[in-house]
């Protein structure tokens, strides 16, 4: 269910600074491990072309930039959905990648207003995860830790799993949500409408 009044055109792939687009509208990033269902959140966010563009063959190592526009057809927003990191073989050329304009990105972008942080309420703390916002905090990015397929728990575990991720991650405030049910993608826009 994307928030009705945008539209969301794919805009490009960059794996090089070069080819960011120019900075003229508010970022938003979304990070997380492979498979932690950051294609299904997006798809709860911003439709179904986006996720299927970045699934792409040649493009699930690329930052996949997307424009959401209101009815007259300007660009309000912009949606930059980064490689998935930390999973089996492929990570290692992804890690190697990151310095050569992930981590630029990241640091630099002026534009970039928010980092949607992914982490699988299913799963305890990775170190993978708790790296990644260390360095966030590290270069002063703003970031919010979203934890998904919340539908998976029952009740206790949630509370269970929701404190335990952020002890681990040091963060004070998780938002639990699911693509599956759009429990919590309300508040997520509303996160993201402060902006
Ligand atoms: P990505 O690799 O981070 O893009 O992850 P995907 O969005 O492809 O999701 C990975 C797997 O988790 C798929 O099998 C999804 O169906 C599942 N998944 C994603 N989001 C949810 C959710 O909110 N609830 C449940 N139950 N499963 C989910």
Redesign the pocket.
Known sequence: MPMPRYTTQFLLSAMAPAQFPAPTVTEIAFL????????????ALAGEKA?KV??TPGRTRAINFFALRDPRGSEKLRFADLP?YGYAKISKSISAEWPKFIEPYLAERGTLKLCVC?VDANVPPQARDAQLLDWLRSVDREFAVVA?????LSGNQRVRNLASLREGLKVEHLLP?????GFGIKELWSRMEEL
């Open positions: 997380g491990r492979s498979n932690v269902g950051k294609s299904s959140l997006l798809n996720a970045s699934s998935g992914l998904t397929k919340i539908d998976r949500v699911s693509a599956k049910t």
